[in-house]
């Protein structure tokens, strides 16, 4: 083995481990020293990155978050699924000091976990069994408050956001706190959002570096460089929601459906020469007057997954995009928690600790 390690060249080497799993890297630090400092190498992990996220757009993944009942109950299941779909255990950690703990949401390889009153947060990678618990921010008075999570492009930086709406307010001043792994700390200012336009984390993505927020009104964008918050209003021809905002393919993406002839239309929010202007992809097929038709996720590879009434029950479906065709299919056989998009890396935060 150390013939290998001195026989070949380190870019060939480089370029062989870059396209290998996360765990099989753990496994190749233990080969020689140059390997340990390869795969260590921050440009290495970048790299490695880069090939996870782009073979992840040819087969679609969805990390499964499970405790260990939960994963014993559904690895054996017998089911197929259009996805490959990792089952996570969670560490024992999280369930003694996380009160009914769910996904929050996930970026290049770190998912994050909060507890039901958002106070106790976790930056975590499953792949390299690393967490860390975030601090707690200050504490207002306030009458709601909903938390995202998300990445700053430009700084390398992954942030939570904190929106507080305070009491006995006109219904627009609200405190805006932002957590930033690289500052280690919590910094927070005034906004004026109305009450109604921050809710549920559910129908919330993360696309180029800016959340997207639904609300009644439209979007609320907050770009994670800038932390500022913008409302891009729904298109106003469009009669009801058929899916919350979604990442696809680098674009955010919902499912309209026309006041007139009822029809659903997949639209993406584009930057136009400088504008965020809302462009129909096409039209669904298939999509009868009266039926009811409810895309929830995005798989990747261009198919949807969600639900469609076929009198006189509701059924599991797939929309591919590319081929403009809804096909019934099995249940997915998902827990409550679940991280879209979710790819293997090797990045870790300063902060990390290991964790089993």
Same mark, same amino acid.
């Given at each position: ?15 062989? *481990?870059?396209? *290998? ?13 140059? %390997? ?29 978050? /499970?405790?260990?009942?939960?994963? !014993?109950? *559904? ?12 089952? @996570? ?8 000091? !996380?009160?009914?703990?769910?996904? @929050? ?7 994050? =976990? ?28 306030? =009458? ?15 942030? =939570? !956001? ?23 700390? %919590? ?9 109604? %336009?921050? &809710?549920?984390?559910? &129908? ?6 800016? *959340? ?6 439209? !979007? @609320?964008?907050?770009? %994670? ?60 097929? &298939? ?7 409810? /895309?929830? /996720?995005?798989?990747?590879? &261009? ?28 249940? /997915? ?24």
């Amino acid at each position: 083995m150390k013939n290998l390690c001195r026989d070949i060249p380190e870019d060939v080497i480089t370029v062989i *481990l870059s396209r *290998l799993p996360v765990k099989s890297l753990l496994r190749c630090k233990s080969v020689c020293k140059p %390997w340990l400092s390869i795969i260590s190498n921050p440009s290495f992990i970048k790299s490695h990155l880069h090939n996870a996220i782009i073979a992840s757009r040819k087969i679609p993944k969805i990390a499964n978050i /499970l405790d260990p009942v939960q994963f !014993l109950e *559904l690895q054996d299941l017998s089911f197929t699924c259009p996805v490959h779909i990792d089952f @996570i255990v969670m560490p024992h950690l999280f369930h003694e000091t !996380l009160l009914e703990p769910h996904v @929050i949401g996930c970026y290049n390889g770190i998912i994050c =976990l909060c507890d039901m009153s958002g106070m106790s947060v976790y930056f975590w990678n499953p792949s390299i069994r690393q967490c860390m618990k975030i601090p707690s921010p200050p504490i207002h008075e306030c =009458l709601g408050a909903s938390i995202n999570f998300g990445y700053d492009l430009i700084n390398n930086d992954y942030k =939570l !956001l904190i929106v507080n709406y305070r009491q006995n307010s006109d219904n627009q001043s609200s405190i805006i706190q932002v957590y930033s792994a690289n500052a280690g700390s %919590w910094r927070e200012f005034e906004a004026r959002i109305k009450r109604n %336009w921050m &809710g549920s984390t559910s &129908g919330n993505t993360t696309v180029k570096g800016v *959340l997207y927020i639904q609300c009644s009104e439209g !979007l @609320i964008s907050f770009n %994670w460089h800038t932390e500022v918050l913008v409302l891009l209003p729904f298109p106003s021809f469009t009669q009801r929601r058929l899916s919350p905002a979604m990442n696809f393919e680098g674009s955010v993406a919902m499912f309209f459906q026309y006041v007139d002839d009822e029809s659903v239309c997949l639209w993406t929010l584009d930057n136009v020469s400088g504008q965020m202007t809302w462009r129909r992809r096409h039209r669904v097929k &298939g999509n009868h007057p009266g039926s009811s038709l409810c /895309l929830t /996720l995005y798989l990747g590879a &261009g198919l949807f997954y969600g639900r469609k009434l076929i009198s006189p029950h509701y059924h599991n479906v797939l929309y591919d995009s590319e081929k403009n065709v809804t096909k019934i299919c099995g249940p /997915l056989c998902l827990s409550n928690n679940i991280a879209r998009g979710y790819t293997e890396s090797l990045v870790s935060l300063q902060g990390f600790q290991q964790v089993e």
